[in-house]
């Protein structure tokens, strides 16, 4: 039992003898791993010279991007990898500790970067996480995405005129209605055409044309001409309309487009019998840019959608305001007679001129 004792001691004494060179040696391992590192971030190695070298030559191309950490040490000439791609920094703005933006140029490769930048060589961080902006995400998406833009910029302009114009105060203002109530019941013809002549809007129109036609026609005909000059403003009105219905249906067709060229694009990079790293990356660069085109074409025609439907329903108050106005302005004229407004003349009493306004052309 005591050399079986004495063996186990022994045993346990030699392996602390080996052991301890080797913890000496794990001890002093980071920092010499960190030297590593820093010569390889620094000067190169092989290894990352040859992979610049696979890389096809670039495009000179920039890449604008910010970022919330400390820039502080970022300078000019840096050179940077994202993704199997190599970039100069072209500039750098920085914000002290709290990051800043800085611009890439695109040396080897040809693949868009991803928001992670790994330092191969200068005095720059060791990684940035550069922030996606709006901006940046716009630019992801391809052509597609700017006639995407156009129509929300030709949405902003539609709906500040839309809000400026449909306005029932412009249209069918209650002042302008009751003069031209009073000057059609004191029988002054001139007046109530000053009026209409003055005033802007659908109602003032519509009025223009009963007192252009009121001394030549009946009150039926007169009727007749103001629904069809009535009919023909209201479609003239509501082609701001028509453009906000366009913008609803065709901003998601043109995020479809751009889903499917995205998607050619990700059979594009699966062609060829190796998978390699590239390919997955560049299939990936299709689906966002899939996704970001869909994404924008669907927050674009949602608000024109809703947007065409508020107005639409404005522009449907007014010409119904209108409408009322008109004919309550048609009956003022047909109670006191058309030949009433024209002056005095033979006819005696007001059952007689109100009976000559309402009969018909074919019962003198």
Not at 185 to 190: M, P, S
Not at 213 to 219: D, F, W
Not at 237 to 249: D, E, G, W
Request: glycine residues 6%; proline residues 4%; hydrophobic residues 45%.
């Amino acid at each position: 039992m005591k050399a079986m004792t004495r063996t186990t001691l022994a045993i346990l004494f030699a392996a602390n003898l080996l052991a301890a060179p080797a913890r000496a040696q794990e001890d002093d391992a980071p920092e010499l791993a960190l030297d590593t590192i820093e010569d390889v971030m620094d000067t190169g190695t092989d290894a990352v010279a040859r992979q610049m070298e696979e890389q096809e030559e670039g495009d000179n191309k920039r890449f604008r991007a910010a970022t919330d950490d400390d820039v502080s040490t970022l300078t000019e000439g840096d050179i940077y990898r994202s993704g199997q791609s190599f970039y100069k920094v072209a500039q750098v703005k920085p914000n002290g500790n709290d990051g800043g933006r800085f611009v890439m140029e695109r040396l080897r490769g040809r693949m868009d970067p991803s928001g992670t930048w790994t330092r191969v060589s200068g005095e720059g961080p060791l990684t940035i996480v550069s922030r996606l902006t709006l901006l940046d995400r716009f630019m992801s998406g391809g052509a597609v995405m700017y006639p995407i833009a156009i129509l929300l910029l030709l949405l902003i302009i539609v709906t500040i005129r839309s809000l400026l114009y449909y306005r029932v105060d412009l249209h069918c203002p209650a002042s302008f209605v009751t003069e031209c109530a009073t000057a059609v019941a004191a029988g002054d013809l001139q007046r109530f055409e000053d009026l209409s002549v003055n005033q802007k809007g659908l109602l003032a129109h519509t009025c223009r044309v009963m007192v252009a036609n009121i001394r030549r026609l009946t009150l039926e005909e007169i009727k007749a001409r103001v629904e069809a000059e009535a009919i023909h403003e209201v479609g003239r009105l509501s082609f701001p309309l028509r453009l906000m219905n366009f913008i609803a249906v065709a901003a998601p067709l043109l995020g479809l487009l751009g889903t499917v060229l995205g998607m050619i694009t990700c059979f594009d990079s699966l062609a060829g019998e190796t998978a390699t790293q590239s390919k997955a990356m560049a299939m990936a660069a299709g689906i966002k840019q899939a996704l970001l085109t869909t994404a924008f074409g669907l927050i674009v025609a949602l608000p024109a959608l809703f947007i065409f439907f508020i107005f639409n329903y404005r522009v449907a108050q007014i010409a119904n305001l209108c409408a009322v106005s008109a004919e309550e302005l048609i009956h003022e004229i047909a109670i006191l007679g058309r030949d009433a407004l024209l002056g005095p003349k033979s006819l005696k009493g007001t059952d007689q001129a109100v009976a000559s306004a309402t009969s018909s052309p074919s019962n003198p």
